[in-house]
């Protein structure tokens, strides 16, 4: 008899739990503390039960309790995943990523993972209406909301317009606040292009999630209140995670 039934059993017996209730709330905790963090599979139904010594209808009975609660799915032929709740994403005119957290009760988080000026490519340069060539800043940010990862940003600004801008987001000043400071009071997303991709190794390294799970991708254009491009994204949310959530507003 293993570890894992031996204190299951005694549990059992003592509170009136049954088995296969104790079993769930084992696999719950280890849920909740990431233990599966990585790929979010749990191990084959065969090797749960044999870790907990029980037959299948058991495990399975533990399972279905773990469905129920919304913590884990299972993918026909693929094996049992931790289900995250999902996070609501809202795409507005105003779109912030740390007043979307906010309004859901979460902690948002920013690790600057890249900061940098070169010249625009193309295709920076023809998103931020530059000549091809100009200096743009580039900054790379890992996206989290409680301590776990959600996302993983790219943005580009015209370097002409946002002197040391680089500077103060290492000093950790937020992107909005230093905008202001250098002279953009507000602004509003002009666009944003949803579409989806599969991860690199290292994005799902990043972004704590397998290789094989597809991604949510948004291209955006920011502009001011003048209606000049001051930052072009690309950002990749996990799949698995987040619910984009296109709010129709009125722009009059």
């Known amino acids: 008899m293993t570890a894992d039934l031996i204190h299951?059993?005694?549990?059992?017996?003592?509170?009136?739990?049954?088995?296969?209730?104790?079993?769930?709330?084992?696999?719950?905790?280890?849920?909740?503390?990431?233990?599966?963090?990585?790929t979010d599979k749990l191990p084959s139904e065969g090797e749960l039960a044999q870790r907990f010594a029980v037959?299948?209808?058991?495990?399975?009975?533990?399972?279905?309790?773990?469905?129920?609660?919304?913590?884990?799915?299972?993918?026909?032929?693929?094996?049992?995943?931790?289900?995250?709740?999902?996070?609501?994403?809202?795409?507005?005119?105003?779109t912030r990523f740390s007043e979307n957290l906010q309004r859901?009760?979460?902690?948002?988080?920013?690790?600057?993972?890249?900061?940098?000026?070169?010249?625009?490519?193309?295709?920076?340069?023809?998103e931020l209406k530059l000549t091809r060539g100009q200096a743009v800043l580039m900054t790379e940010t890992l996206n989290q909301a409680d301590e776990n990862p959600v996302s993983l940003a790219t943005s580009y600004y015209p370097a002409g317009r946002f002197p040391g801008l680089l500077e103060m987001l290492n000093e950790g000043v937020s992107s909005s606040e230093i905008l202001k400071r250098l002279g953009v009071e507000d602004y509003v997303r002009a666009e944003s292009r949803v579409t989806t991709q599969m991860p690199s190794e290292e994005t799902a390294r990043l972004l704590k999630q397998?290789?094989?799970?597809?991604?949510?991708?948004?291209?955006?254009?920011?502009?001011?209140?003048?209606?000049?491009?001051?930052?072009?994204?690309?950002?990749?949310?996990?799949?698995?995670?987040?619910?984009?959530?296109?709010?129709?507003?009125?722009?009059?």
Not at 113 to 119: D, E, V, Y
Not at 227 to 250: A, N, S, W
Request: charged share 25%.
């Open 8 to 38: 299951l059993g005694l549990q059992g017996r003592r509170s009136g739990v049954t088995v296969w209730r104790r079993i769930a709330d084992t696999l719950a905790q280890e849920i909740r503390d990431r233990a599966y963090a990585g």
């Open 55 to 94: 037959n299948r209808h058991t495990l399975r009975q533990a399972v279905g309790a773990l469905q129920a609660e919304g913590l884990v799915r299972v993918e026909q032929g693929r094996g049992m995943f931790v289900q995250h709740e999902l996070l609501n994403y809202a795409l507005s005119r105003r």
């Open 104 to 126: 859901q009760g979460l902690l948002p988080g920013k690790q600057l993972l890249t900061a940098r000026s070169f010249p625009a490519p193309a295709r920076v340069a023809r």
């Open 210 to 252: 397998p290789v094989t799970r597809p991604l949510l991708c948004i291209e955006s254009i920011d502009v001011d209140m003048g209606g000049h491009p001051i930052k072009y994204g690309e950002t990749v949310f996990c799949g698995d995670r987040v619910q984009l959530v296109v709010t129709m507003e009125d722009t009059k």
